[in-house]
């Protein structure tokens, strides 16, 4: 209105003896009524009043988040503590991404940490490869539990199994040791080499290999003669004792005919010990029409077959053990021959089979696949 008549606020000011600070708010009071703003006299309008209100209430909340996040870094809480606040709020509807907002915490960080705290799922392979080890004695190895596995149906590669077996702690238990048992040192006959490692036979009953072996037990030594027919590695015969006469390899080789009923012209292989060169053995092997074979002097590798199989035995379940006595150590040996390594341990030379399953298998000529001596 001053503007309008063409008057300055000093002239006003003057004329009507009016401070000129009085003015120039009446000025403004009446800019802001003509531009729709409250004023003297015209009252806030409902939509101005929820404005007003929701102003104060954002600008109380910027100073209690303010307060929070300076209380926050005052205690420096844990990460783990305010992971767990996260998913406290997650559970009253408040999202993960505004709780890391306004908590200052990384988003990325906090699912890193869930993840790590989920507990590790035990799966049906897992519990199965157990099983088979703890079977096996646990005296398998990757190679025979790839087998094993896919027998139970589980068709997985040897390096998942060996990963496996590191997670389970599946490990076997295995100790080497050596102890000379063949006194070749005689003045007895000596039969050649007949077999001549001809380790795969195409029948049962035509080769069978013979050796001794020593076991460790709390009242002494205990030895152990076996008798195994070469066409499916399986142990056919066996007898143990405190000494070794050859009453001892006889005994074995006695079950072997007894069980087996061999034809004559069968070749039985062994080392050169006087248990074998005995007059007892060799009236043996001529009343039943045998072939004796021996191997060469100093060379294990003509009877490995047998040897193989003690070695197996003795990693499997015998350095296992500590046997009270002689009678604690026949009884876990028997088992291991009868329960285990002739119908349950898979022999990587049967194709994967055991030497039962293998004969099976044969006798109704299904075909197989025969690789090298295990």
Known sequence: MIKEQGQS??????????????????LTQYGAEQSGQPGIGKPLTAEQQRIRQ??????????????????????C????????LIVQLQKEAIPVQSSCRILDVSRSGFYASQRRSIKPVVCKETVHLKALFMA?????GSRRLVTAMAGEGFQIGRYKVRSLMRKAALKPVWKRKFVHTTDSKHDLPIAANVLNRQF????????????????RTGAGWLYLAT??????RKVVGWAMAPSMPAKLVCDALNMAI??????????VHSDRGSQYASELYQDLLAQHGFVCSMSRKGNCWDNAVAERFFLNLKMERVWQRQYANHAEAKADITDYIVGFYNCKRINSALG???????????????????SEIT
Request: aromatic share 6%; no cysteine; hydrophobic share 40%.
């Open 352 to 370: 994967n089979l055991s030497p039962a399953v293998y004969e099976r298998k044969m006798a109704v000529r299904e075909p197989i696949v025969v």
């Open 136 to 140: 096996s004695h646990q005296s398998y």
């Open 77 to 84: 809480p844990r990460n783990e503590m305010m992971h767990q």
């Open 200 to 215: 795969n036979p195409t029948a049962p009953n035509l080769a069978y290999v013979s050796d001794i072996t020593y076991i």
């Open 258 to 267: 007894q069980q087996r009923q061999p034809a004559p012209g069968l070749v």
């Open 227 to 232: 008798v195994l027919d070469l066409y499916a």
């Open 9 to 26: 606020i000093q002239n006003v000011s003057e004329s009507m003896s009016i401070g000129q600070t009085a003015i120039r708010r009446w």
């Open 54 to 75: 929701l102003e104060a209430e954002n600008l109380q909340l910027r100073q209690d988040v303010t307060i929070l996040k300076k209380g926050l870094g005052l205690l």
